[in-house]
């Protein structure tokens, strides 16, 4: 990679990491080190688990088994999305999450009486994100598509 494309990639990370979604990852995961073992570590480390780069992809079987570390990811990145929408509108958007032993489920959000996000999972012993920027477009999307459901049904998300 030449310096001008690493430079560029770096910015993009930067850029990806300062996004509120992205922090209020972060958040999460440093409230779940009770040790202070991760208290040193810089953001991009923490979400580093959330890089999956094609090849990674590829290596992982088609069908198998989720890991506990990557169902924890998993957990974590639907909480920061609830608590995205959470902060951005003010109302408690609770993630649902149902999951089979082969890692196949679905997770849902509701505010009050609405289903705000409704969102099949496959392949979840393969999740992750290619970048930083990918992880934070997606998270940013689901709170997006969460914050147009309460807006658009405000009286039923508020009930």
Same mark, same amino acid.
């Given at each position: 990679?030449? @310096? ?13 990491l %300062?996004? /509120?979604?992205?922090?209020?990852? $972060? ?5 779940? @080190? ?6 040193? *570590?810089?953001?991009? +480390?923490?979400?580093g ?19 506990? @570390? $990557?169902?924890?990811?998993? @957990? *974590? =990145?639907?909480?920061? $999305?609830?608590? %995205?929408? +959470? ?19 679905? $997770?849902? =959000?509701? %505010? ?5 996000l ?10 992750g994100?290619?970048?930083?920027? *990918?992880?934070?477009? %997606?998270?940013? *999307? ?8 309460? +807006?658009?049904? /405000? ?5």
């Amino acid at each position: 990679m030449s @310096d001008a494309a690493a430079s560029i990639a770096v910015a993009e990370d930067e850029a990806a990491l %300062a996004t /509120p979604f992205v922090k209020c990852l $972060v958040r999460l995961i440093r409230a779940q @080190d009770p040790h202070g073992s991760w208290e040193g *570590k810089p953001d991009a +480390e923490l979400l580093g688990d959330y890089i999956i780069t094609r090849e990674q992809r590829r290596a992982n079987p088609i069908i198998g088994d989720p890991d506990p @570390d $990557v169902l924890w990811r998993l @957990d *974590k =990145f639907y909480a920061a $999305v609830g608590l %995205a929408i +959470e902060e951005r509108c003010g109302l408690m958007a609770s993630p649902m999450m149902e999951m089979s032993h082969e890692g196949f489920g679905r $997770v849902l =959000f509701t %505010a009050g009486r609405l289903v705000v996000l409704s969102k099949t999972l496959r392949d979840v012993h393969r999740f992750g994100f290619e970048t930083f920027w *990918k992880l934070a477009q %997606a998270g940013t *999307k689901l709170v997006g598509d969460g914050i147009a459901a309460i +807006e658009t049904y /405000p009286d039923v998300a508020r009930a």
